[in-house]
């Protein structure tokens, strides 16, 4: 006959399993007691411990990161544009747009879209230009700016520089809030930053996180000679913000949002900057001459592999080495040779070919630069004298002289240029296309509507809006304009008709 277990027994037991299991988790996790004290009026820290951390950091009292955040975030968010852009496609869609949030809508009757897009813009000048990304508002046919105060601008495309994907922008428009351009030579990996821009078609977002790393090429401008420098961030960065501002905690810009590394096209964790003194060699050129002149060494290069560095004699890989020099270029002509290894530009190291081609790529031809390299197992200093791409070292402007132009008179009409599958859907060779017409103005006194096509004006043929303008610069005010118009009617047949306009004389 078996004996009956007594409960109380066995649930003793359990309990006294219990503690003995408890101390040796506590025992194997190392948990110090120290680490679940409190002092008795509640704080986490004891006195002598609050003490110890005042003296090593005196003004930690006065320290307000949150303070310092919005204080931050304010002062550069009026600096901040909103960029809508529209672009007229024949058919078919383009996954490009789609990817950075734009949508696309039939146009009208025929088969075309317009494919309309969004992103942000830094003013750094009050009297209107912006700097935004080359992929915002690459080959757009428009593009709209608005201000954090709701004050929207027709925007003028001054010049772009898809080897950097840097673009700018001028609207008109006078003592306008600016951002401040820091130096992005200064940033370092771990520290704080936040990301402005209108991610998502929200306007005047504001995400912090820190820098994650420098001198990122994610190869998405092309390779070859494109240069892929960028800041890499935890920041939340998403379609929209392309163009915005990355700001350190002094309220500087240091970079210009660009990219994500995504595999579903929105943030995934880590976003990737222009850097903002790259920005600023190419927007000075811009406004310069038009396009950049970007220096150039006349060499490749590649990275420096333990082997390599074992080859050269290098204590580790450091550097940029030289594989090939092309003659009668900058660095022939100042003395690189192949199998050389350049460690600074300028007293700047450079370790990675990207490094190299950015630091350099902030020059112009004509300019001279300091470069140390490795040869021959000790480093030498020379001077280079950097050359265009074609070798030459003469800065020329590709900028037409700009002409004084005369005051257009205010017709309240605005017009646009068709395509050429426009013309053919009305039959002609050439006209503007009247997109709204003013209230109360003199095109609206004369019957001009929305939708009219003006192919003539004084029996003269008119092509283009540049055309129109130009037909109408030698006209005064009181001056009658004789323009020819067509447009659609029922069974979609063509209405030409005479129509006369009066110039203002206010």
Known sequence: MKQQKNPLALIAGLITIGIVIGVVMTSNFQIHSKADARPQDGSIYTEAEIKTVQNTNPTIGDFNPNKLFVDKAHSVLPAIVSIYTTKIVEGGRNPF???????????????????????????????????????????????????????????????????????????????????????????????????????????????????????????????????????QTDAAINPGNSGGALINLNGEVIGVNSAIATRTNYYMGYGFAVPINIAKSVIDDLMKYGEVKRGYLGVYIGEVTPVVAKGVGLDKPRGVYISSVIEDRAADKAGIKEGDVILKINDIEVNQPNE??????????????????????????????????????????????????????????????????????????????????????????????????????????????????????????GDVLRLKIRNKIENDENLDRLVFLEIPSK
């Open 356 to 477: 190299l081609q950015a630091r350099v790529g902030t020059y112009n031809p004509g300019e001279e630069i300091n470069v140390e390299l490795w040869r021959d197992g000790k480093s030498k200093k020379i001077t280079v004298v950097l050359q265009s791409r074609d070798g030459e070292t003469k800065l020329t402007s590709n900028k037409e002289e700009e002409k004084p132009k005369k005051e257009l008179p205010n017709l309240g009409l605005n017009l646009k240029n068709l395509n050429k599958t426009d013309l053919d859907r009305i039959d002609l060779d050439g006209g503007v296309l009247v997109s709204s017409v003013d209230r109360y103005s003199a095109a609206a006194d004369a019957g001009i509507r929305p939708g009219d096509v003006i192919f003539q004006l004084d029996k003269d043929n008119v092509s283009n809006v540049d055309d129109f303008n130009s037909s109408i610069e030698d006209h005064k005010k």
């Open 97 to 231: 747009f789609e990817f950075f949030g734009q949508r696309q809508m039939p146009n009208d009757e025929n088969h075309n879209f317009r494919q309309q897009g969004s992103g942000s813009g830094i003013i750094i000048s009050k009297d209107g230009y912006v700097l935004t990304n080359n992929h915002v508002v690459e080959d757009m046919d428009e593009i709209k700016v608005q201000l954090l105060d709701n004050r929207e601008f027709e925007a003028e495309l001054i010049g772009r520089d898809p080897k950097t994907d840097i673009a700018l922008l001028k609207i008109t428009a006078d003592e306008l809030p600016i951002a401040v351009l820091g130096n992005s030579d200064n940033v370092q990996i771990g520290e704080w930053v936040m990301a402005i821009g209108n991610p998502l078609n929200l306007r005047s977002t504001v995400t912090a996180g820190i820098v994650s790393a420098i001198g990122r090429n994610v190869s998405i401008l092309g390779g070859g000679d494109a240069i892929e420098n960028f800041i």
